[in-house]
């Protein structure tokens, strides 16, 4: 990366134009750059006030950093946003398409941090904060700040190229980089998402309640799952697309360039053998999976729920090897399943 001018100074546009450059070659599909600057916390603080966190407490914490980058890096002039495609033709039913191959916190991480120490080559002294969910920063805003795309009427990230089937990262930094423009909302009068979401936790303009959401039950909790989102959870053993396979903008997806998420042998598991997983085969089936997020009470919780849709001897016979679990959630589980499978 060599954007400096003759005279030393490294020029926003140039500067700009190398880093995205840089992240093409680390294997991003997209960049772009917002100027650092407060955002309106209104639809934050409504989505807390609501309770729509579910128990995600995280969410409550470090407000003001998430609300604004120049309290997270003090000095904060830009943030650039980055976003990978995910999408597959060999995806596995039942998990969440993002999930199928290795954890993307770990390999995104890495290319960020990449990233960070080339523009530091061409920038030096400057600082600059990485994330990927691992930060308090409002991601999906910032990808539409920085021109990305746009926030749909299912909460996600819409790219024109990649559809919502894109995960997402940030560098915050001090350095100044020109800024791109923001797109239009695409969405239009289009609102098949929201009629799509099995469990009605879409409240429309993006807004979602997280206690509805089956991606919070099978990924963000080990509780039980209450009865009446059982029957939809069947269908989803870890993570939930249904409000992306809905959407319009997904339908015609190029196949993902990282190789990272082609599908692990952990997606392969019917849920009879997910449910059946003893917790050193969870450890080693589930390592650098996200399926490991779930915990291992989780993961068979949501998968004796599975065994609804899977049904046959092997589905009975799992369910009855762990009526007397010593997890409570998987136990009851178990036996409200045996009973409804007869
Ligand atoms: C908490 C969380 C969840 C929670 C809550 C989701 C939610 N919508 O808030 C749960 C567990 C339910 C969840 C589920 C999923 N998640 Co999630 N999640 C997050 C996380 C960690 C924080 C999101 C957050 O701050 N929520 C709080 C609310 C208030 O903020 P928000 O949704 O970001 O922003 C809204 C408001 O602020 C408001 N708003 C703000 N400004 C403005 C301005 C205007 C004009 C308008 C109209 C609205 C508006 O609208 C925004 C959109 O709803 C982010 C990573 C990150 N750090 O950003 C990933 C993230 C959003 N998740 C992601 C993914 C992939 C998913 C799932 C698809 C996974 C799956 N297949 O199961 C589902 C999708 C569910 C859905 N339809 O949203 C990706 C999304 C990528 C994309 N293309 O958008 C992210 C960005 C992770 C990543 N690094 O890529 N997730
Ligand atoms: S992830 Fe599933 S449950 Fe959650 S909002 Fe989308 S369709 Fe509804
Ligand atoms: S389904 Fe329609 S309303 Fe929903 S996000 Fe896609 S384009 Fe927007």
Redo the contacts with the bound molecule.
């Keep these: 990366m060599s954007p400096g001018s003759p005279n030393g100074r490294v020029e926003p546009g140039p500067l700009a134009a190398a880093v995205k450059a840089e992240a093409r070659a680390l294997g991003f599909d997209l960049c772009g750059v917002a100027r650092a600057e407060p ?2 916390g209104e ?2 603080r409504r ?1 807390l006030a609501e309770g ?2 579910a128990e ?1 407490a995280y ?1 409550r914490r470090r407000l003001d950093e ?1 609300l604004d980058p120049r309290v997270l890096l003090p000095g904060a002039r830009s943030v650039v946003a980055l ?1 990978v495609a995910y999408w597959r033709p060999d995806a596995r039913p039942g998990i ?4 199928q191959g290795r954890d ?1 916190h770990q390999f995104l991480q890495k290319r960020l941090r990449r990233l960070r120490r080339r523009l530091l080559r061409a920038a030096p002294g400057a600082r600059i904060h990485p ?3 691992t ?7 910032w ?1 539409q700040r920085a021109g990305l795309g746009w ?1 749909g009427k ?5 790219t024109p190229e990649h559809g ?6 940030t560098l915050v930094t001090d350095l100044e980089l020109a800024p791109d423009e923001p797109q239009p909302n695409r969405c239009g009068s289009c609102a098949d998402c929201l009629p799509a979401c099995p469990t009605g ?2 409240l429309g ?4 309640d ?1 206690r509805r ?4 039950w099978t ?2 909790t080990e509780r039980s799952i209450p009865e009446e989102l059982r029957p939809a959870t069947s269908r989803w053993t870890f ?3 249904d ?2 396979n809905a959407c319009p903008w997904n339908r015609s997806p190029a196949t993902a360039s990282l190789p990272d998420f082609a599908p692990r042998p952990i997606v392969e598991l019917r849920c009879s053998a997910l449910a059946g997983l003893s917790p050193e085969q969870f450890e080693r089936h589930a390592r650098g999976s996200p399926l490991r997020r779930a915990g291992f009470d989780g993961l068979r919780r949501s998968a004796l729920l599975g065994l609804l849709r899977e049904g046959g001897a092997d589905a009975r016979e799992a369910c009855e090897r762990l009526e007397d679990d010593p997890s409570e959630v998987v136990s009851e589980t178990a036996r409200w399943v045996a009973r409804r499978l007869g």
Aim: hydrophobic residues 45%; proline residues 2%; aromatic residues 8%.
């Design positions: 955002l309106d639809e934050l989505f729509r966190e995600m969410l998430r976003a969440a398409r993002y999930a993307y994330s990927t969910d930060s308090p920063v409002m991601e999906k805003i990808a926030i299912n909460g996600l990230l819409l919502s089937w894109v995960l997402l990262a936790a879409l303009e993006g807004r979602l997280s959401c089956l991606s919070y990924i963000e993570g939930c697309d409000c992306q």
